[in-house]
């Protein structure tokens, strides 16, 4: 039978079982495993379209005491294919399943497999990339290359590597074997250079003499690598990451597929106060905080986060406990020089 013929002949078995639950429970082996997998494309693909369709005004404002999901454009349909295949379709009521999960408790839901599978794929994603990129870096290899790369090469993309180089062929080496770790490490590696030793200029008359009157020992990418913040849980995009509860992620599946809108949310307008003409003085929202306090917060997260103290993990932290604060990295490493000295 050709190929064309035979997806036709499953479309169709599978709209008449749809339309007819009764010949379902009659049909057996392929005809049933067929039937299945269709409803499940059809379940992922509500899910999918009610992720994309969310606002993001709309999404949930996570709890950092639960554990959560990193999602983007990268891992999405991935982490809704765990929802989706978890699901066991009953051949006379195909989201009876469903329905049951949907008025579980969080707590209930928070005991399931799917959850554990979900909270499991999130940690082993980000300590598979970082010990690669772990790996690459005691070995030594791909810092040279890189480090060559970056000073040669006029632009930042490494994405476009050419054969016909020897010095881009060894790179399409790593590249090829481990493409999302290989893409990490290299951004890394360009905020290292960019944060401690820019591009090397094209003739030795530059710089020359500063750098060997210069005795102090200067960051080595290992130790910035040690020392910083990043997180691995996606693929590194340029789109947004957003975080969602577990939960929260799966009650989006399972409302999308039982075609569940959320419950509208229904703002109650105050009655008008009585008008005043006062002048207002204008708000400041960025705060422009001293050298004194600004020092002073940062020996408190260095105290609490004694293994991310780069000034990238500094600045990060300030960024998120004190969001007026008018805070630059900088500002942060010439702080950090003027107290040292």
């Not at 469903?98 to 499991?120: F, G, N």
């Not at 090397?200 to 500063?210: K, N, T």
């Not at 789109?239 to 039982?258: C, G, K, P, Q, V």
Request: charged residues 30%.
């Amino acid at each position: 039978m050709p190929k064309k013929l035979k997806k036709l002949c499953v479309y169709y078995l599978s709209y008449i079982m749809a339309e007819h639950p009764s010949i379902v429970s009659e049909l057996q082996g392929k005809e049933l495993y067929n039937f299945r997998n269709r409803r499940r494309s059809e379940f992922a693909a509500k899910a999918r379209k009610a992720y994309l369709k969310q606002p993001l005004s709309k999404i949930p404002k996570v709890d950092y005491k639960k554990t959560y999901l990193r999602i983007n454009t990268s891992n999405f349909k991935t982490l809704i294919s765990f929802v989706i295949n978890s699901i066991v379709i009953s051949p006379t009521d195909p989201t009876s399943d469903v329905r049951e999960y949907s008025q579980m408790t969080d707590e209930e839901l928070s005991r399931t497999p799917v959850y554990a599978q979900l909270e499991k794929n999130i940690e082993r994603t980000n300590i598979s990339i970082k010990t690669q990129i772990q790996e690459w870096i005691a070995y030594g290899h791909l810092v040279r290359l890189f480090e060559t790369y970056f000073d040669e090469r006029d632009e930042e993309n490494i994405d476009d590597l050419s054969q016909y180089n020897q010095l881009e062929r060894n790179l399409l080496f790593y590249q090829r074997c481990k493409p999302i770790s290989f893409k990490w490490m290299w951004v890394i590696y360009k905020d290292f250079r960019k944060q401690t030793r820019p591009r090397e200029p094209m003739c030795d008359c530059c710089y020359h003499h500063d750098d060997e009157d210069d005795d102090t020992p200067k960051l080595t990418f290992a130790q910035y690598f040690r020392d910083s913040g990043y997180e691995f849980y996606t693929e590194y995009t340029v789109h947004n990451t957003y975080y969602y509860n577990i939960i929260d992620f799966m009650r989006l599946a399972y409302r999308a597929i039982l075609d569940i809108q959320p419950a509208p949310v229904v703002e109650t307008k105050p009655s008008p106060a009585p008008v005043v003409e006062m002048r207002q003085e204008p708000v400041c929202q960025v705060l422009l905080v001293s050298d004194e306090e600004l020092l002073s917060k940062i020996s408190e997260l260095k105290a609490k986060y004694p293994e991310q103290s780069s000034v990238k993990s500094l600045c990060k932290y300030l960024k998120r406990e004190k969001s007026k604060w008018q805070v630059t990295e900088t500002r942060i490493t010439k702080l950090l020089k003027k107290s040292a000295a």
